[in-house]
């Protein structure tokens, strides 16, 4: 039977194709991100059972609001995937506290809120899945990205304990902790230098992380996992 599926931060990046690869498998889809215009975009590309919303994860208000109308719009919700993220890189000494709290607030507490919101749905049907997105810098640390890092790394111990929290209630919780990717998010990197230390050699797409993604929302005997996905790159970092 088809799922109510929500991906937070599904308008763009790796959100998008996870979006796609649901849509794909007969799923309805609310596409979130701030930008109602390009979720909307998104949205309409996936066909005719998906809606577009627009939030910030980083305000519950908001999340509890957005939460409610998807409920209204599609039904009750089966699958919750949070790829909404940002990053400000730089040396600690140089980061703002407006930049830290940013990430802070839209990496962990956004995935926080979203998760809370979802499960109440998730607890009146005894069931459902999470997919968090984490990062590889989240278990290896890496210069100039100590707070997204952090950010990160919070994400990995709050899907462990979420995950022991729910699973009396068939509600799995996972997380999947990519490497470098093909997005807007890595638009400005120096892919010739990474790609060096990259076993594999080359940048993931988009596609490739969406596959973990919506292997974890239907395995049913896996939580509290996280599923690594990086070409290689935690055995040389
Ligand atoms: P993109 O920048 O391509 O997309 C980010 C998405 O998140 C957009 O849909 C954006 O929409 C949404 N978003 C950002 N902030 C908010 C917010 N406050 N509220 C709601 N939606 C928001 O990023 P990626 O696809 O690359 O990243 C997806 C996830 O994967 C992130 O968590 C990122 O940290 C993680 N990741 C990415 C890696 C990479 O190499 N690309 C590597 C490891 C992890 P809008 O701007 O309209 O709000």
Do not use: W
């Not at 701030?34 to 309409?44: E, G, H, M, P, W």
């Not at 719009?73 to 709290?101: C, F, P, Q, W």
């Not at 607890?123 to 890496?142: C, P, T």
Request: net charge positive; proline share 2%; charged share 20%.
């Amino acid at each position: 039977m088809d799922k109510v599926c929500v991906v937070v931060g599904g308008s763009r990046g790796i959100g998008k194709a996870v979006s796609q690869l649901l849509a794909q498998k007969g799923h309805r889809v609310a596409v979130i991100g701030r930008n109602l215009d390009v979720a909307t975009t998104a949205a309409n590309s996936l066909g005719a059972s998906h809606v577009a919303l627009s939030c910030d994860v980083s305000k519950e208000d908001d999340v509890m609001k957005t939460f409610k109308e998807i409920q209204k719009k599609l039904g009750s919700i089966n699958y919750l995937v949070n790829a909404a993220g940002i990053n400000r890189d730089g040396l600690l000494l140089r980061t703002n506290s407006e930049d830290m709290v940013s990430q802070l607030h839209t990496n962990l507490l956004g995935s926080m809120l979203t998760c809370k919101a979802a499960l109440k749905s998730m607890f009146q049907q005894q069931g459902g899945a999470i997919v968090n997105i984490g990062s590889i810098v989240g278990l290896k640390g890496n210069a100039g990205q100590s707070v997204y890092s952090a950010s990160k790394a919070g994400l990995v111990g709050f899907t462990r304990s979420l995950a022991k929290e729910v699973a009396g209630k068939q509600i799995r919780v996972n997380i999947v902790v990519p490497g470098f990717v093909h997005t807007d998010m890595t638009a400005g990197v120096n892919e010739d230098q990474l790609k060096k230390i990259i076993p594999l050699g080359r940048f993931g797409e988009p596609h490739e992380i969406a596959k973990a993604v919506v292997f974890l929302l239907e395995c049913p005997y896996i939580t509290g996992h996280a599923l690594v996905v990086d070409g290689g790159l935690q055995h040389t970092i």
